[in-house]
């Protein structure tokens, strides 16, 4: 029976237009919607896979606003068992904040005697993009951690993710408990049933506040980049615009 | 001192890190002079050859970190190996290219030496204090983010720094070194490599032409002119998000904030409406000519050049032309 923690996290849905709040700190939340990482998402499906595989369970947790839940009844739907939420102010936060607070959590459940055999997390997050919370919150744990993997696989009390390397796909193979940061494309997450979501709904969302204050994220502000020239030309329309087509690509020198 | 993580490719410096490395010789010239001081893990094919690479791109010294623990991967042991080399330079600045590899290692650093780090910078300003540019959000936002406590770490995105050798450089000094590595270090590491078999991300990657399909391929088999023009065109195909999730083709050959990010001399996005996801895999090319039935779609309107059609009758038509030109 493998238990597993993932931690999932509220980010804008940067499909649309990315606008920030007036004192530069944020992303301005009135304009987007909310989501979690398609690196997540894959995290949730494996876990959900691994719980399943063997009769364990999956328990989301997320660092973040109240508005956060959201996310977390979405991804129960998913198949998961529990949650838990810390509330806090995403902005007061740095990385090295929530992985102090996951590793709290994690210590805590243990001492009641709820154990996570495996941790899974994004490789980063959508909007901070940090690279860290996980291997950070191993380091906190004193567990081993594998990054940037797209499968894993639980056996016998050790841990079996595979990632592509710069030579090949590699392998690792460590024992539990461990930490493991996902990337996308190993797995392709399951859409929520209905009686998934009617069981959501009916999860109780432990609510919990931080543990320590935060020391922050070093954050001086955040800019939009500046914006692209735009100096389209347009070279035609249809089929006719090959003959423009083909003189573009002898002009740039791409036609062998 | 300056401490710069190398990743290697075919016993040369990959160019992300060859980029890192122009990145740190613009800070060090800040600094007044200060030196630049390169670190290499595990085997090296042609030790003289990267030498010689490495100083021609600004390295005065390269510390090579040899012994068994660094015979397979493991971003703890790589990490240990950077902190002992740290300690022992005084370095207060390090390193490295913004890759899987560079942020895996600079991040298991930060936690040891519990500093900040910050990941995919695109510029600094000043050093006192040191503030660093560095993309979030997927590339649609940049932040600055003070880096005030020493070592400050932190790694270089992908294609912000263009590499610059320097005429008539020495090469790089080579100290081979045997940093400790605990076991707890060694428990997370590759214990098997698979055959590297055709390596699409790395072809997308560094194609010259990459010609990219989305959702108005229509379905997995509205590829064939958009696989010919890359042939033709001897580059390679990039797909979007929603594409490889609807199974059509390959996760290998997405491009965007998940997928590969690119950067080729001209970028043909068919069918692409520019989501900034995507548009974050590819606002680097040097030009881009969309195709696109919808002259208002992002993709069209930041585009270079743009012809509005359908792909399925454009690219076809394209192809022709060529081929009528000789091209094959």
Known sequence: MTNVLVCIKRVPDSSGEVLLTDDQQGVDGRYVGFTVSNHESCAVELAVQTAEATGGTVTLLTVGPSEATEQLRDTLALGCHAAVLVEAEPARLGPADVAREIAHVVREKEAAGTTYDLILLGNDAADSGDFQVGIRLAHALGRPVVNGVSTVEVADGHLTARGDGPEGEETYSLPLPAVATLLEGGVEPRYPTLKGRMAAKKVQIETRALSAEPAGASRVRLLLPPPAPSTVEVLGEGPEAAGAVADLFAKLGVTR | ?328
């Open chain 2, 1 to 328: 001192m300056i401490l710069v993580l190398i990743e290697t490719e075919n016993g040369a410096a990959s160019e992300i890190s060859l980029e890192t490395l122009a990145f740190a010789r613009s800070l060090a010239a800040e600094g007044g002079g200060i030196a630049i001081r390169a670190v290499v893990v595990g085997a090296v094919e042609n030790r003289d050859a990267l030498a010689a690479e490495l100083g021609t791109h600004g390295a005065a010294e390269v510390r090579h970190a040899v012994g068994e623990a660094f015979t397979s991967y493991s971003g703890a042991a790589w990490a240990a190996a950077l902190q002992a080399i740290r300690e022992s330079t005084g370095s207060v600045v390090v390193t490295a290219a913004g890759s899987p590899r560079g942020n895996e290692v600079l991040a298991h650093l930060a936690a040891r030496l519990d500093v900040p780090m910050a990941a995919n910078a695109t510029a600094f300003h000043g050093l006192a204090p040191f503030v660093v540019t560095r993309q979030v959000v997927g590339g649609a936002a940049l932040e600055e983010m003070k880096l005030d406590q020493r070592p400050a770490i932190f790694s270089v995105a992908g294609h912000s720094w263009s590499v610059s050798p320097v005429e008539g450089a020495s090469p790089a000094a080579w100290v081979e070194v045997t940093p400790e590595v605990a076991e707890s270090d060694l428990v997370a590491r590759v214990v098997s490599t698979g055959t590297k078999e055709v390596d699409h991300s790395d072809s997308l990657k560094s194609a010259k032409v990459v010609v990219g399909a989305g959702r108005g391929a229509g379905g997995a088999d509205g590829f064939g002119a958009v696989t010919e023009l890359a042939e033709l065109l001897g580059g390679a195909v990039g797909v979007s998000r929603v594409v490889t999730s609807l199974g059509w083709r390959p996760h290998h050959e997405q491009v965007g904030q998940t997928g590969s990010r690119i950067s080729p001399d001209l970028y043909i996005p068919c069918g692409i409406s520019g989501a900034i996801q995507h548009w974050a895999g590819c606002a680097s090319s040097k030009t881009i000519l969309a195709i696109n039935t919808d002259p208002e779609a992002p993709m069209m309107t930041k585009a270079n050049y743009a012809v509005v059609g359908d792909m399925h009758e454009v690219l076809p038509a394209v192809i022709e032309e060529l081929k009528s030109r000789g091209v094959s």
